[in-house]
């Protein structure tokens, strides 16, 4: 049955949700306070890069609108997604006002019991229960809250919507959790019914078992370097065992992006603040920082002192499809770069402006060509297919220098080698 949805936050989650339910036949009214991007989406214009967006924007263009006015959203809506960002404060705690501010105006309006809202956001464990509080302090205790966690991986987010591996519910009461799970039933996977706070933990759980995951096949691929062994091949048969899996071992230069570095750490605090000391997932962390900056020694063992060396960075994103460049390697990698005199030149095939706001210093190219000649040392940053497709024999000759950094295990070590590069990987060893 059509359901009236509300989506308060229209960025990458909150679009991809509400585009994603209209698609399923859903009334969907967005709400954001940015005027700009509320334009762009009446105008079938989506505000950020990710594969199938306007297509499906265009195709369920009569059920999904947004607006700037909270007020009017929630006259439209019965289940109401939150998916404001939730950013973390200095003790590691979220920073809930936004969502405090939806509470104040359900108050206003006098919400009637048909409200339920579903927090998309990934929040603390522990948020949902001081929402509850908080909507009982006001005189909302008809007013429903379920968690809801997101699983979306950017450029993929509209197939991890539509065909997910499971759905993830907690709630306080089984009449809102049903609401939200019918919403969901029509895509056949699992749905998993549980509290509150258990639901809230299996986002930052699963997120902080992934990137344990990537830490842990780059130590490996670190002391694949010391013994002689292929991290590639090892991955591989790790990952023939069912109990392991093939994914999410693929050794490189550290794992990015707006989840993965912020929910490793807000688990840890998390933790730290109930008392508990999470030391694998400090582990974690410092060995993915450290993962950015051993780029730099594998270019000083070749290159001696990086002074006025010349080095094109190829691939910025923090991983490929998106233009996203928040918690990018490549931003670590380049400041490094820059403090070691290096100078430091970079292409990207969507990311450019991004990375315009994010690193300063470097010069930007819109053309790998150009940002490859006459350099001393190109490092493959991230593994765009129009990056490794590249036709590199050439890359080669129109280098100054010879060095290749595969930051991401992309290209054949063998064919490097060949075109002339002293190929340097990630846990691999080049043929001499
Ligand atoms: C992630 C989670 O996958 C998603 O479930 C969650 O909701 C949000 O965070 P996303 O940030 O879009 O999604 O990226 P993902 O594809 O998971 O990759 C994260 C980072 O890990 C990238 O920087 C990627 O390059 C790196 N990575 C991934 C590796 O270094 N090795 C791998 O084997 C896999």
């Not at 954001?32 to 265009?58: N, S």
């Not at 919400?111 to 464990?125: E, F, R, Y």
């Not at 842990?216 to 090892?234: K, P, R």
Request: proline share 5%; glycine share 10%.
């Amino acid at each position: 049955m059509p359901e009236r949805i509300g989506v308060i936050g229209a960025g990458y989650v909150g679009l991809v949700t509400g585009a994603c339910l209209a698609s399923m036949g859903h009334q969907v009214t967005l709400r954001d306070i940015d005027e700009a991007k509320v334009r762009m989406i009446e105008g079938g214009d989506p505000p950020i890069h990710e594969d199938g967006l306007r297509q499906l924007m265009h195709e369920c263009r009569d059920r999904l609108r947004a607006t700037l006015d909270l007020g009017e959203m929630l006259e439209a809506s019965q289940i109401v997604f939150i998916a404001v960002d939730t950013p973390p404060t200095h003790s590691g705690d979220a920073d809930l006002s936004r969502v405090m501010t939806v509470l104040d105006e359900l108050e206003q309006i006098g919400a009637t019991g048909d409200h339920v809202l579903v927090m998309k956001s990934t929040v603390p464990v522990g948020t949902g229960e001081r929402v509850r509080a908080e909507l009982d302090k006001r005189g909302l205790e008809h007013v429903g809250y379920c968690s809801n966690p997101e699983f979306l991986k950017e450029g993929v987010a509209i197939a991890d919507f539509l065909s997910p591996d499971r759905v993830v519910i907690g709630d306080f009461r089984a009449a809102d959790g049903d609401a939200v799970a019918a919403l969901y039933e029509p895509l056949g996977a699992p749905i998993l019914r549980t509290s509150v706070p258990t639901a809230e933990m299996i986002k930052y759980a699963s997120n902080a078992f992934l990137a344990t995951k990537i830490s842990f096949i780059n130590e490996i691929a670190n002391v694949c370097e010391e013994v002689g062994a292929d991290v590639t091949e090892v991955a591989e048969g790790m990952g023939l065992d069912a109990r392991i899996g093939p994914k999410f071992l693929s050794a490189g230069v550290g794992f990015g992006g707006s989840c993965f570095p912020k929910d490793v750490s807000a688990l840890k605090q998390l933790a730290g603040n109930s008392g508990y000391h999470f030391q694998l997932l400090t582990s974690v962390i410092e060995v993915n920082e450290l993962q950015k900056r051993r780029v730099v020694g594998k270019l000083k063992r070749h290159l001696g002192d990086l002074e006025n060396k010349e080095i094109a960075l190829l691939g910025l994103a923090f991983k490929p499809g998106t233009d996203d460049m928040r918690e990018a390697s490549s931003v670590v990698l380049a400041a490094r770069l820059l403090a070691e005199a290096a100078s430091v030149r970079a292409y990207d095939p969507v990311a450019i402006d991004a990375a315009r706001h994010t690193v300063r210093g470097v010069e930007f190219y819109d053309d790998p060509w150009a940002c490859v000649t006459g350099a001393d040392a190109v490092v493959l940053v991230t593994e765009w297919p129009e990056i490794v497709g590249l036709d590199w024999p050439k890359v080669a000759q129109v280098m100054r220098g010879d060095v290749l950094v595969d930051g991401r295990n992309a290209l054949d070590p063998a064919d490097a080698v060949a075109a002339g590069f002293a190929y340097e990987g990630i846990g691999r060893v080049a043929p001499s």
